[in-house]
């Protein structure tokens, strides 16, 4: 079932989120405003029992899953427990509980560090499952597989029209900026910000060599609005086992992006990398053969999106 009416009920778990937040604007610009969220206080995706009631009471006619517990590099590789288990309790109360409710299209959101670390580029959805996962990782992608894996097996059990959607490495206005737990590219916009001005030097985890495509939160929610509309034979043809790579079609290194983003902040500082921190998986550009088939462009282009979410960046900051 695709999103044609404005009166279809969507459930956006997640809302707060970078992403989430990105795909309740895009449906509200789009006139689709008959929209379920639910912060954290209200309903703990991790509890099965309230999520059911949650189910039962509201009855959904779309779910989009942007809710997870995520992080950058340092913060998959400390806390590995946590992000498998939290993101397997999620994922199976909002999936098998949108089943039970008998909605009628759900899109799960993963991310691209499920395909094999050292898989061909650019990433094939069929490339899942063909090679050993990257490590720092990996216990985040099991339970993204997991969640995929959840889909496509209500799908053919039950023939539910439940999809997966992978996006390429996610920034933008509601970023994680903390210099721990963050992606890169909201910490380099922070450390360039703050050695702006003087002669300190930025250091960069890891030796800048290792590739990432960068997409705008505005980009990936567009994407997904996208899927949602589109019509169940187009969806299946161009994705027959329902998974959707989604990502802009070229990437660059780590060094690459510190210098645009040197360039955007107005910095004019060294560059320094640390060797002791991890560089994760070497590259990991998405193929979007099947998100353009359907149709689909991106946007925003990576100096705009940066000039974006640096100016949101300063306006928090105050
Ligand atoms: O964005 P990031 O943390 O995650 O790191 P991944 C990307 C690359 O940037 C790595 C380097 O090679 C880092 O070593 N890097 C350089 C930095 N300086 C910094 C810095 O100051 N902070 C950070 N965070 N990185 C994540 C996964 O992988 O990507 C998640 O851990 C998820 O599971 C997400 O898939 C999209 O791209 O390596």
Redesign the pocket.
């Known amino acids: 079932m695709h999103l044609s009416d404005s009166s279809h009920k969507i459930f956006v778990a997640g809302h707060r989120g970078l992403v989430g937040s990105g795909v309740v604007r895009a449906l509200r610009q789009a006139g689709f405003n008959n929209l379920i969220l639910r912060a954290r206080q209200e309903l703990d995706l991790t509890d099965a029992a309230a999520v059911r009631a949650f189910y039962e009471a509201e009855k959904p006619d779309f779910v989009v899953v942007a809710a997870a517990k995520v992080g950058?590099?340092?913060a998959?590789d400390s806390y590995p427990a946590d992000f498998l288990h939290t993101n397997l309790e999620i994922q199976s109360n909002v999936i098998h509980g949108a089943f039970e409710a008998g909605v009628g299209r759900l899109i799960f959101l993963g991310?691209?560090?499920i395909y094999p670390k050292l898989a061909p580029q650019p990433l094939k959805e069929e490339y899942l499952l063909t090679g050993p996962l990257e490590p720092?990782?990996q216990w985040?992608a099991i339970a993204k597989i997991a969640g995929v894996k959840l889909c496509e097996a209500l799908r053919r059990q039950h023939g539910v029209d439940f999809v997966s959607m992978m996006p390429t490495?996610m920034y933008g206005p509601g970023d994680n900026f903390d210099?721990q737990s963050?992606?890169?590219l909201p910490?380099?916009i922070r450390?360039f910000h703050e050695a702006k001005g003087t002669d300190e030097p930025v250091t960069?985890?890891?030796t800048g060599t290792?590739k990432?495509e960068f997409m705008y939160v505005d980009d990936l929610a567009s994407s997904i609005l996208h899927v949602l509309r589109t019509p169940e034979e187009t969806l299946y043809n161009a994705a027959p086992d329902g998974l959707i790579n989604a990502g802009v079609g070229h990437d660059l290194s780590?060094a690459e992006l510190a210098e645009t983003i040197k360039r955007v902040v107005g910095a004019d500082n060294p560059i320094e990398y640390d060797t002791t921190?991890?560089?994760?998986?070497p590259r990991k550009l998405v193929d979007v053969t099947r998100l353009f088939a359907m149709g689909w462009r991106p946007e925003v282009d990576l100096e705009e999106g940066i000039r974006r979410t640096y100016e949101w960046y300063l306006a928090q900051a105050g």
Do not use: M
């Not at 921190?277 to 998986?281: E, Y």
């Open positions: 950058g590099i340092l998959n991310s691209t560090c720092t990782n985040y490495n210099l963050s992606h890169v910490a380099l450390k960069l985890w890891g290792p990432r780590i921190k991890p560089d994760g998986t």
